[in-house]
Nanobody
Framework: QVQLVESGGGLVQPGGSLRLSCAASGFTFSRYVMKWYRQAPGKERELVAAISNTGGSTNYADSMKGRFTISRDNAKNTVYLQMNSLKHEDTAVYYC?????????WGQGTQVTVSS
């Protein structure tokens, strides 16, 4: 059974940091491109960051560059999103996504709220 389980969300003050984790199971994690998306209330889901199957290549949405870092540990079947210098507009549900050809899996999401 395929599972993607996000964790690490919560309430943080502006300027603070959070580290999200996504634990994968039920598929060959090391074959998959892994991505983080987010969806704020009333907005479309947007891509935050992506990492290649080996971890050798990453890319970010422009508004996250320099603040967010995506990484993965294939030995632990886990992908991470380190988020620094958080802003009010980063408030959203963050989703983990695994993609390999037509195989496209999603987690249930974790809420990140940036508020003073």
């Amino acid at each position: 059974q395929v599972q993607l389980v996000e964790s690490g969300g919560g309430l943080v003050q502006p300027g603070g940091s959070l580290r999200l984790s996504c634990a994968a199971s039920g598929f060959t994690f090391s074959r998959y491109v892994m991505k983080w998306y987010r969806q704020a209330p009333g907005k479309e889901r947007e891509l935050v960051a992506a990492i290649s199957n080996t971890g050798g290549s990453t890319n970010y949405a422009d508004s996250m560059k320099g603040r967010f870092t995506i990484s993965r540990d294939n030995a632990k079947n886990t992908v991470y999103l380190q988020m620094n210098s958080l802003k009010h507009e980063d408030t959203a549900v963050y989703y983990c996504n695994a993609l390999y050809f037509l195989n496209d899996y999603w987690g249930q999401g974790t809420q990140v709220t940036v508020s003073s």
